[in-house]
């Protein structure tokens, strides 16, 4: 099977512009959760989508936003970018159901000029 | 929420010693925890995992233990080798299904020297 992926790989924006990155999950996944990886703070959970449904929230503004397809695809939207949110955002997915083991995507690298 | 301690930051062996990585938990819901070893540049890989119902699991060079009344865990690393070298997380959640929410620790960087 082919592993968790996302697009684009590096990204540079100004602040103010917003921005959508993109995850396609493990073919059979439902579940697709977004994390903030930043050295300071370390690895942050965003939220997780199963079956096109929010199911769970970090503590992150409103700015964060994401979203889910009918293919379990899944989309997150920055908004409004401000410096503090340059960081490595990674998607993972798992089954969604009883198996918990979770697979990391390559990650998106957002840079806020 | 879940809050979740990683120690130590840095952890420098040389090759053949063991190294061990220690978390601690402060929800006593959760009762699935990962580790995640990722190298430079790379995503986070899971090497090994263990549910509460058990208190150790092993898998080659690598074991982790679990002690649910202190609310601890760790990864046990033996005969380290160059390629160990890298940035390990640990993790711990609510078992699967809707309550699944993965609390990083803030990661050690081993560093195991040839």
């Known amino acids: 099977k082919a592993g968790v992926t996302q697009t684009p790989r590096y990204l540079i924006k100004t602040r103010g512009q917003q921005v959508t990155l993109s995850c396609s999950p493990i073919?059979?996944?439902?579940?697709v959760s977004w994390y903030q990886q930043t050295p300071g703070q370390g690895l942050q959970f965003l939220f997780e989508?199963?079956?096109?449904?929010?199911?769970n929230k970090g503590n992150f503004p409103g700015r964060f936003s994401g979203r889910q397809f009918s293919n379990s695809r899944s989309e997150m939207n920055v908004s409004t970018l401000e410096l503090g949110d340059s960081a490595l955002y990674l998607c993972?997915?798992?089954?969604?159901?009883?198996?918990?083991?979770?697979?990391f995507g390559p990650g998106t690298r957002l840079l806020v000029l | 929420g879940e809050n979740v301690e990683q120690h130590p930051s840095t952890l420098s062996v040389q090759e053949g010693d063991s190294a061990v990585i220690k978390c601690t938990y402060s929800d006593s819901a959760s009762n699935y925890f990962p580790w995640y070893k990722q190298e430079l540049g790379k995503r986070p890989q899971l090497i090994i995992d263990?549910?509460?119902?058990?208190g150790e699991k092993k898998d080659q060079r690598i074991a982790v233990t679990l002690n649910k009344t202190a609310k601890h865990f760790s990864l046990h690393i033996t005969e380290t080798q160059p390629e160990d070298s890298a940035v390990y997380f640990c993790?711990?959640?609510?078992?699967?299904?809707?309550?699944?929410?993965?609390?990083f620790g803030k990661g050690t960087l081993l560093t195991v020297n040839p």
């Open positions: 263990i549910r509460s119902n058990v």
């Open positions: 993972a997915s798992r089954s969604g159901g009883a198996g918990e083991t979770q697979y």
């Open positions: 993790a711990a959640s609510p078992s699967g299904g809707s309550n699944y929410k993965l609390t």
């Open positions: 073919s059979g996944h439902r579940s």
């Open positions: 989508y199963f079956s096109e449904t929010q199911r």
